[in-house]
């Protein structure tokens, strides 16, 4: 699946600095597909397991008590930093940072223009606040089907009173499938 990046006009908005460097970018950018495809599919096998075990509450519970183990795990077996942010989130400590939000208030534009959020990503390098350059990108989350029970609009009582428990903040329902969910964020050191 080959992915739409997009550079131009976004990254005049961004406030990060922004500069050219000598680096293989579609290189960084097929790394960075792979961490996201083990971290998606390491996540993704414990919660289809958890709702075949235990329905949709189970799968609730992964996410708040394992998605940041595996997410830390694949972090520590690369040279790359990557976590999940949305600008509707769910957990108030996956707040995207400045740069991510222009990002995904673009991933929300571009969506509703008809972007296939599957193929949507953004990548840049910047320097970051301390002088260091940074390859950075970010993929779209569209949401699914099986995505519906807890992120849906019509959630079951027991699974909204589960969700009301584990995140009192929770901002992430309401969606329909083909929604933008949010994104994968990633970061390498150069």
Not at 5 to 12: K, N, R
Not at 26 to 33: D, H, V
Not at 153 to 168: N, R, W
């Amino acid at each position: 699946m080959k992915a739409l990046f997009f550079t131009a006009a976004l990254a005049a908005a961004l406030p990060v600095q922004a500069e050219q460097f000598s680096v293989n970018i579609p290189e960084l950018q097929n790394e960075a597909k792979g961490v996201i495809k083990e971290l998606a599919t390491t996540l993704g096998s414990e919660l289809k397991a958890a709702k075949k075990e235990g329905g949709a509450i189970a799968a609730i519970n992964v996410c708040n008590t394992k998605a940041e183990g595996l997410t830390k795990s694949v972090n520590d077996n690369s040279e790359w930093h990557v976590e999940r942010t949305s600008l509707k989130l769910r957990n108030p400590q996956n707040a995207p940072d400045q740069w991510e939000k222009a990002i995904l208030e673009q991933f929300e534009s571009k969506a509703k223009q008809g972007a296939n959020l599957k193929t949507l990503g953004f990548s840049q390098v910047v320097v970051d606040e301390e002088g260091r350059k940074v390859f950075r990108m970010m993929k779209a989350i569209p949401v699914a089907d099986q995505c519906l029970a807890c992120h849906g609009s019509k959630i079951k009582p027991e699974i909204a009173e589960q969700l009301q428990t584990l995140y009192p903040e929770d901002k992430a329902t309401g969606f329909s499938t083909g929604d933008l969910r949010g994104a994968f964020s990633l970061k390498k050191y150069l």
